[in-house]
């Protein structure tokens, strides 16, 4: 190193003191690293110099960030050569601001003029280096380098990989880093986005739950309406047994989870557990509490399911009304078998009219709803339509 110094013009005064010093055997303890920068005590300076060019990692780390930040001559590359000197004797903080160097690129591009000036070189961008860096301080537990690695492998600086850089931000937010606890909430959303795209087998479904309610739990929109899905997926999975032993009790859990948060499809087949008590005992009542909640949704089946409840009076009172107008919400969605249920519905209802059988009697309802089950083909509808017809003369 003092050879070196000699070799530069800039730095021949200071190797040249350092190298008297060195004769006279002045002594260096550690008081050399409490350099003033204010004093210039050119003393120790000249011993910290000494002790970097035998290898100490202190002051090799020391003069870096010296020549970093100005309090000598500020020179980005000699910075950089001293925090290299450390860093690859394994100095952690020197690592770290090796990585940084060359994550950033620093300095300027050299030319004849520049040089003249006294402009400093550039160190290149270089994010394999500052990976290779950053690493090396990650695995000693530097907060800020796991950080830093989480955001390169998140943004693609070095190969793109989202499981990775998870690993790093879930080891800086484990020591507290702010930044690293929202961007771990972001990636966990991100891997719950990858594994619910994936082959959709509960291996992948599970994981992508699991991920998405991490992220969930402290509040990310968008994981607590992916979670809801997945809840919703799972069931599926354990009602109908895809690749897992069936388990229509953990299937009614994943369900209600769901249903509960406004799932359409989790309500319809919650409605259906209940109705036909599929792993849970049969109740009429909560049957149609969640095929209500579907149906007022739009969904299909659920109103036609809806529509016989309540012309069958299950777990609530019969009402011939209230089934007519959900087999025609279903019925005008095209929905199969909505359309006879509602043709038979009218012509049941067209009957109740003109024969005051459960209603008042009223021949101009009794005409209008015979007649709008004729329109849909029901031939005793047409029948009796043609006969008040007749009446009417």
């Given amino acids: 190193m003092i050879r070196e110094l000699f070799l530069n013009s800039r730095y021949s005064c200071v190797a040249l003191f350092c190298f008297i010093l060195s004769k006279n055997s002045i002594s260096m303890d550690e008081n050399v690293y409490s350099f003033d920068v204010a004093k210039r005590d050119e003393e120790k300076l000249c011993l910290m110099h000494m002790r970097a060019g035998d290898g100490d990692v202190k002051a090799q780390y020391k003069l870096g960030k010296m020549y970093e ?67 090396l301080a990650a695995d000693q537990g530097h907060i800020e380098a796991q950080y830093k690695l989480g955001k390169m492998y998140e943004e693609g600086q070095v190969d793109k990989d989202i499981k990775v850089a998870y690993d790093y931000y879930k080891s800086a937010a484990d020591q507290g880093h702010p930044e690293a606890k929202i961007s771990l909430i972001n990636i966990q959303y991100k891997l719950g986005n ?29 994981a607590q309406r992916s979670l809801i899905d997945m809840q919703y997926k799972l069931g599926k999975i354990y009602a109908d047994g895809q690749g897992v032993s069936r388990d229509v009790k953990l299937a009614h859990d994943y369900y209600k989870l769901a249903a509960d948060q406004g799932h359409i499809k989790a309500q319809h087949d919650l409605g259906f557990m ?14 149609c509490h969640y095929y209500k909640l579907a149906a007022d949704q739009g969904h299909a089946a659920a109103q ?18 209230l089934a007519w107008h959900y087999y025609r919400l279903a019925a005008d969605q095209k929905y199969p078998n909505a359309i006879n249920s509602l043709m038979n519905m009218e012509f049941d ?17 009794a005409f209008h709803f015979y007649k709008l089950a004729a329109n849909k083909g029901h031939v005793g509808a047409k029948r009796n339509l043609e006969r008040l017809l007749n009446k009417r003369g």
């Avoid at 209802?349 to 309802?365: A, N, V």
């Fill in 194 to 222: 990858i594994y619910a795209k994936g082959k959709g087998d509960i291996k992948h479904i599970k994981t992508a739950h699991d991920f998405y309610k991490l992220a969930a739990d402290q509040g990310h929109i968008g």
């Fill in 69 to 135: 930040k100005g309090q000598i001559d500020k020179d980005i590359k000699v910075a950089h050569d001293y925090y290299k000197s450390a860093a690859d004797q394994g100095h952690i903080k020197a690592q770290y601001k090796l990585g940084n160097i060359y994550a950033e690129g620093q300095g300027v591009l050299m030319s004849y003029v520049s040089w003249i000036a006294g402009w400093q070189p550039r160190i290149p961008c270089d994010y394999k280096l500052a990976c290779k860096y950053y690493k």
């Fill in 274 to 287: 209940y109705m036909k008590g599929r792993g849970v005992p049969k109740n009429s009542k909560l049957s």
């Fill in 349 to 365: 209802i067209g009957y109740m009219y003109e024969y005051g059988d459960g209603m008042p009697k009223d021949l101009e309802g």
């Fill in 304 to 321: 036609n399911n809806l529509g016989h409840i309540y012309k069958n009076g299950q777990g609530v009172p019969k009402d011939i009304k």
